[in-house]
């Protein structure tokens, strides 16, 4: 069993930035996979990035390479999301999840990852 609770939403100008934090819990944190994905209003939740249990792979989403950072710390443990250059279209709840995805093209459909967090509220303003 795996518990997330995200954190660091807010509201923020376009091109500002907001760093999201997600901290687990459980005995199997440290060996699954982490993501997360996002859903505006309207819309269909959307894979945003995710990091393997090593940390040696980090598959992104097109909208956010060169602009967000995934990062992992088992000792705390702590997945970090660094966003910059934010844009009115980043607006969405955040959720951080964790799963075992099966394989590379597995790691953006939301049936791959067995734990949710709460979401956390990300507002961009043009």
């Known amino acids: 069993q795996v518990q997330l609770v995200e954190s660091g939403g807010g509201l923020v100008q376009a091109g500002g930035s907001l760093r999201l934090s997600c901290v687990g819990s459980?005995?199997?944190?440290?060996?699954?996979?982490m993501g997360w994905f996002r859903q505006a209003p309207g819309k269909e939740r959307e894979f945003v990035v995710g990091?393997?249990?090593?940390?040696?792979?980090?598959p992104y989403a097109d909208s956010v390479k060169g602009r967000f950072t995934i990062s992992r710390d088992n000792g705390k443990p702590t997945v970090t999301l660094q966003m910059n250059s934010l844009k009115p279209e980043d607006t969405a709840v955040y959720y951080c999840?964790?799963?075992?995805?099966?394989?590379?093209?597995?790691?953006?459909?939301?049936?791959?990852?067995?734990?949710w967090g709460q979401g956390t509220q990300v507002t961009v303003s043009s």
């Open positions: 999840a964790a799963g075992s995805p099966l394989s590379y093209d597995r790691w953006n459909k939301s049936d791959s990852w067995n734990y």
């Open positions: 459980g005995r199997t944190f440290s060996r699954s996979a």
């Open positions: 990091i393997s249990w090593s940390g040696g792979f980090t």
